[in-house]
């Protein structure tokens, strides 16, 4: 018994088509339905914007603490950390191992196959 494919392929073929119709339509009906809020066109002027309506005891506290994180990070490298260390370390030993294995496995290879 053989059955014809194109009993099926228009209802496939038609959800399909629906379906694409939905994915290229529903982003564009939803970009249109909000209105939108008048923002800062630049980076610095956004951020102008946000400092300005920050309350000055607000800012007064950020200040300090802001200086000290910078300081602390700057005058370490990752890699005089404890986990750039560990990352050397396992880099190296990832690269050793390659180069050992890579002239070790020159061994012909013997299946049954070939």
Request: charged fraction near 15%; aromatic fraction near 6%; charge should be positive.
């Amino acid at each position: 018994m053989r059955r014809r494919l194109g009993s099926r392929a228009r209802p496939i073929a038609g959800l399909l088509a629906l379906t694409f119709g939905v994915a290229v339509a529903a982003p564009v009906a939803a970009s249109e339905a909000t209105p939108e809020a008048a923002r800062p066109t630049t980076l610095a002027a956004s951020a102008n914007a946000t400092v300005a309506a920050m309350p000055i005891a607000a800012l007064a506290q950020a200040a300090p603490a802001a200086q000290a994180a910078t300081t602390t990070d700057t005058d370490k490298g990752f890699f005089k950390t404890g986990a750039g260390k560990v990352a050397i370390v396992l880099m190296l030993a990832g690269t050793s191992y390659m180069v050992y294995s890579a002239f070790k496995d020159n061994d012909p290879v013997k299946s049954q196959f070939r």
